[in-house]
């Protein structure tokens, strides 16, 4: 269990991203480093995780060159989870 608690800004801060979630099939999260990205979107993950399926995909960790594979490769890997195949999937 994780009894870290989120200050009253990240509340906030999660309870936009779930708006945001509800507006839009893609959302990013972008701020300095430190500020609690990561921390965040495990909060939303735990409570909006079992509802939808969520992608992460660190774009500091990929070449930006490869970013549009990768998260096609993501994508698929989602669906093949979900048993969806695309007849265009590799």
Request: glycine share 4%; proline share 2%; net charge positive.
């Amino acid at each position: 269990m994780n009894r870290e608690i989120l200050y009253p800004q990240r509340k906030e801060d999660l309870k936009r991203l779930i708006y945001y979630l509800e507006k839009f099939n893609i959302i990013g999260i972008n701020a300095p480093w430190g500020e609690g990205k990561s921390f965040l979107f495990n909060k939303l993950k735990e409570s909006y995780g079992e509802k939808h399926e969520i992608i992460e995909v660190d774009i500091l960790a990929c070449n930006f060159n490869e970013l549009r594979v990768t998260l096609i490769n993501e994508l698929e890997s989602l669906m093949y989870k979900n048993r969806i195949i695309s007849k265009y999937s590799s």
